[in-house]
């Protein structure tokens, strides 16, 4: 069970989150110095980088993982914690927009995530709170219905996990009436998410991985039997690169870039509320997402304090002020935790594909990508990360699906993706207001 220290003392490379303040490391690995070989260099220390240089490690690839700052520093150190299944774009979207084969394909893989993260758990000793089960929240009865659409739809996949809740049930979980029901994911769960990125760095270190912090890449030299990944003060010679800087990679391909949108999400918890009063908020532990375009998120701490989640800022622009910007969220769905105190506050920014399905692929020869979670990318980087593996050493049958799947750009290009979206979500806002 984690404990909390004050934000004021601090010495985490992290930022100023309740995460950082119960992270089982708070010191730094030793960064990049001089060059190094390697059968195959990953960039990034976040979940898809950490899962692609542990799949490979698990199958004796020589791998080193570089980091610009500290493992877990994005949006995997930062998140609500949440192990939800699904892609952003719902299996009937992709189905539209890219046909039934690959509808069926995804389908057969959605929760696999979730089952990657409870074996690496196990099979490693990750300390990272992990307990089972989350909710989807209606808030209207035309959310409700899209539940029950939802349930219908992935029990058509073979997924039969759901339990869908009306407002009686659903207040056994949730000690709120701002509902009007819900659906339980009993595959799905919570955790800590920083000392799950910490344990899988361990883990990749125990199977002679190499894993170097405060090495950003600042140049990417491809050759005619590898390629060159320069850092600051080193480099890594590698016959393949793996590129998992998602949200935060700048500069190093930009041809990447352009593909996705850095989007902040902001995050709140309060102060311990003992463990009667916690339990009382939500009596059977399970995490929250509501169903609404902007949602909020939130679920219970080892300390038992609530963390709450939500807002958006396309981006990746944060308000003045996270605590007055959730406050209102948070007293709404609880009333009774009017004038709380809020011990910590931050935000982090995702990666948001047009299409709102994550993005994987090759640049070039031996040169491998993956990104634009769009806020699933708990579970997503997670399975992305050991269908690069596969690929990688020789079996790449699902990565050439999910990297056939057509690139959508975002209407107007970077200039307009913002404005873009800000409308969009104001008209999705809108309706939720509207109950339609």
């Keep these: ?56 490690a698990e199958r004796g690839v020589d791998v ?40 069926d394909f995804v389908g057969r893989h959605v929760q696999e995530g979730a089952r990657i993260i409870a074996e690496r758990i196990e099979r490693y000793r990750i300390d990272c709170d992990y307990r089972p089960g989350n909710l989807y929240a209606a808030c209207t ?8 659409a939802k349930q219908t739809l992935w029990r058509r996949y073979g997924m039969d996990d759901h339990e869908l809740l009306d407002r009686d ?15 339980i994911d009993h595959s799905g769960g919570h955790l800590h998410p920083l000392n799950l990125a910490l344990g899988e760095a361990d883990a990749i270190e125990q199977l002679g991985g190499r894993v170097f912090e405060a090495s950003p890449v600042t140049r990417l030299e491809s050759k005619d039997h ?69 949602l909020d998120y939130y679920r219970l701490t080892a300390d038992h304090r609530l963390l709450f989640g939500g807002g958006i800022g396309y981006g990746g622009t944060d308000p003045s002020d ?32 047009f299409s709102r399905v994550p993005q994987m692929g090759r640049l070039r020869e031996g040169v491998y990508f993956a990104h634009g979670y769009s806020g699933h990318g708990v579970t997503g980087s997670h399975l992305f990360g050991v269908i690069l593996a596969e690929a990688i050493t020789g079996d790449s ?27 969009g979500a104001w008209w999705y806002g809108l309706r939720d207001r509207l109950g339609i």
């Design 226 to 294: 590898g390629h060159q990944v320069h850092t600051e003060q080193g480099s890594v010679s590698a016959r393949h690169v793996v590129l998992c800087g998602n949200a935060y990679m700048v500069g190093v391909a930009p041809e990447l870039e352009n593909r996705i949108m850095p989007v902040s999400t902001q995050i709140v918890t309060t102060a311990p509320l003992g463990a009667a009063r916690a339990q009382a908020l939500l009596p059977t532990n399970l995490c929250v997402e509501d169903a609404r375009y902007v």
């Design 141 to 148: 009865r035309a959310q409700l219905e899209g539940l029950a």
């Design 64 to 103: 080193v993982l570089v980091e610009a700052k500290a493992i877990g520093w994005g949006a995997s150190g930062r998140n609500g914690g949440q192990v939800v299944n699904g892609l952003n774009a719902g299996l009937d979207r992709i189905e539209r927009r890219f046909g039934r084969e690959a509808a």
């Design 397 to 423: 049958r699902r990565f050439d699906v999910f990297a056939a799947l057509p690139y959508q750009p975002f209407p107007g290009g970077r200039a307009l993706r913002v404005p873009y979206s800000v409308a």
């Design 169 to 183: 049930a659903m207040r056994e979980h949730v000690a709120s009436d701002f509902y009007v029901g819900g659906m």
């Design 322 to 353: 996270i605590r007055a910007r959730l406050r209102g969220n948070l007293e709404q769905v609880f009333p009774q935790l009017r004038g709380v105190e809020l011990e910590y506050a931050w935000s982090g920014n995702f990666a948001l594909s």
């Design 1 to 56: 069970m984690t404990t909390a220290q004050s934000p004021d003392h601090q010495s985490s490379p992290h930022v100023a989150s309740w995460y950082a303040a119960t992270a089982h490391r708070s010191t730094l690995r030793p960064a990049l110095n001089g060059a190094v070989d390697a059968e195959v260099c990953v960039v990034g220390g976040g979940y898809s980088g950490l899962s692609t240089a542990l799949a490979l």
